[in-house]
């Protein structure tokens, strides 16, 4: 069973910036794809950034050019960099892991608040 542990949330002012982690735990797993969702008040989960196994990545259309996601696979670790944040980036942060065998794993969200 694979556990995901986020951290680097918190609250910045309109402009600042903040580093997400999410480190995977277990054994006996491989992950394929990972990525980060948001959930602000009042609304639905949405992807923010994907990346792929091999690199490559995908992004929402407001965060491009602001937000970088990477990965270090060695550590079975998922990094979301966060820049020039908006107040609208407020929310829910979630991880979520895709193994090579389909299977879905969330972590349990940490809260980023933007002020403006």
């Known amino acids: 069973q694979v556990h995901l542990v986020e951290s680097g949330g918190g609250s910045v002012q309109a402009g600042g910036s903040l580093r997400l982690s999410c480190a995977a735990s277990?054994?006996?797993?491989?992950?394929?794809?990972m990525a980060w969702h948001r959930q602000a008040p009042g609304k639905q989960r949405e992807l923010v950034a994907i990346?792929?196994?091999?690199?490559?990545?995908n992004y929402e259309d407001s965060v491009k050019g602001r937000f970088t996601i990477s990965r270090d696979n060695a550590k079975n670790t998922v990094y979301l960099q966060m820049d020039s944040l908006k107040a609208e980036d407020t929310g829910v942060y979630y991880c979520?892991?895709?193994?090579?065998?389909?299977?879905?794993?969330w972590g349990q969200g940490t809260q980023v608040t933007v002020s403006a």
């Open positions: 277990g054994s006996g797993f491989s992950i394929n794809t």
């Open positions: 990346i792929a196994s091999g690199g490559s990545t």
């Open positions: 979520l892991a895709v193994m090579v065998t389909g299977m879905r794993t």
